[in-house]
C-alpha cells in the first residue's frame, strides 16, 4: 500500500502517508527503512524546508509499485464480483470506523 501511494502522490512527507494510510509512526518509519535499503525509495531533503526528508519512488520502486497497484486492482475487482455497492459501502464505512479508532483526538462516529 505505501508504494501504491507514493506512485500517486510523489514527493509527500511520512506524516502525509501515515495519515492517509492510517499507520502508526514506527510502523511507517521501519517499513520506510526497509523499502530505502532495498532500493525501492529515497528520502532527500526538501529543497525549500531542509528539516523536512521526501519519499521518492526510486525507478526499481515505481515498477514495484505498478505492480502492487495492479494486484490491489485485481483484489477490488474480484471483491466487485462477489458483493453488491451497498454491501462495498458497508465493509468501507467499517475500515474507516477501524481506522478512525487508531488515530487519537478525532472525531470517531458511531
Known amino acids: 500500500?505505501?508504494?501504491?501511494?507514493?506512485?500517486?502522490?510523489?514527493?509527500?512527507?511520512?506524516?502525509?502517508?501515515?495519515?492517509?494510510?492510517?499507520?502508526?509512526?514506527?510502523?511507517?518509519?521501519?517499513?520506510?527503512?526497509?523499502?530505502?535499503?532495498?532500493?525501492?525509495?529515497?528520502?532527500?531533503?526538501?529543497?525549500?524546508?531542509?528539516?523536512?526528508?521526501?519519499?521518492?519512488?526510486?525507478?526499481a520502486g515505481r515498477i514495484a509499485a505498478g505492480i502492487a497497484e495492479g494486484v490491489i486492482q485485481e483484489i477490488e475487482a474480484e471483491l466487485a464480483e462477489f458483493t453488491s455497492p451497498t454491501h462495498r459501502r458497508g465493509a468501507e464505512a467499517v475500515f474507516a470506523a477501524c481506522i478512525a479508532m487508531t488515530r487519537p483526538g478525532e472525531a470517531f462516529y458511531r
Request: contains cysteine; glycine residues 6%; hydrophobic residues 40%.
Open 1 to 59: 500500500m505505501v508504494l501504491a501511494y507514493l506512485l500517486r502522490q510523489p514527493g509527500c512527507a511520512a506524516a502525509v502517508v501515515r495519515h492517509a494510510l492510517g499507520l502508526h509512526r514506527s510502523t511507517l518509519s521501519t517499513l520506510l527503512d526497509r523499502l530505502e535499503h532495498k532500493g525501492l525509495i529515497r528520502r532527500p531533503r526538501s529543497s525549500y524546508d531542509g528539516r523536512r526528508l521526501e519519499i521518492d519512488l526510486t525507478a
